[in-house]
């Protein structure tokens, strides 16, 4: 396996993780303010949230993707596609600190 591979694997876990916790936050002002700027938030979370659990399903789950990923993806696109999952990171957690602030 190839360590862009696991570096994606492990962006994609953490973005989950952030998205769990801003939506979380969302939501439950969602449920006591009634705004809709925080159930536009809450939206936005849970589709970037599915969007990141669908991109580690296919790195990890996939029985033929996740093989083709492994083996058949160039470095240069790895990296392109890590740098990509890194950036959506490091969004993540200053919007998540900014948020829980």
């Known amino acids: 396996m190839s360590v862009w ?10 973005n989950v993780a952030l998205l769990l916790v ?7 002002n969602y449920r006591r303010l009634h705004s809709k700027h925080t159930l536009g938030l809450s939206l936005f979370a849970a589709l970037l949230c599915v969007e ?3 991109a580690l ?3 990890t789950l996939d029985p033929v993707l996740s093989v ?3 083996t058949a993806v160039p470095d240069p696109a790895w990296q392109a596609m ?3 999952h890194a ?15």
């Open 22 to 28: 801003l939506g979380g936050v969302w939501i439950r």
């Open 52 to 54: 990141n659990a669908f």
């Open 68 to 70: 083709w990923f492994g």
């Open 87 to 101: 950036l959506e990171t490091v969004g993540l957690a200053v919007l998540t600190w900014v948020t829980l602030d």
């Open 82 to 84: 890590v740098a990509l």
């Open 5 to 14: 591979l696991d570096l994606a694997r492990l962006a994609a876990v953490v």
């Open 57 to 59: 399903y296919v790195y």
